[in-house]
């Protein structure tokens, strides 16, 4: 959630977000609260957006092992860490295998 909020407060550009959750995405895209094991953090993502224009995005579990491998690094490290302008060695050998295209419209 950290790196939500640090790139709302730096940007007024619209949000993507991408899950590979289709429940999470439509408790996202549909308002209703959210009964999953995981229902708070998409609550949280919702407050976090608030009235910011943002583009949810389902992607498949293949095309989410940056953010896997991020969470673990953060969970065994108990570290929050923000990298600009390069990617920390932990991702280095999947991030490009992770690039997901992007349709805005």
Known sequence: MQGMALSI??????VVVQ?????????????ALVHLLFGHIVREIKDLLGNREFFPQKISRLQNRVADRLAKYSRSERATAVWLGLAPSCIKDIWPLDCNSIHLQ
Do not use: R, V, Y
Request: proline share 5%.
């Open 19 to 31: 899950t590979d959750s289709s429940e999470a995405m439509s408790s996202l895209t549909n308002g």
């Open 9 to 14: 407060q730096h940007s007024d550009l619209p």
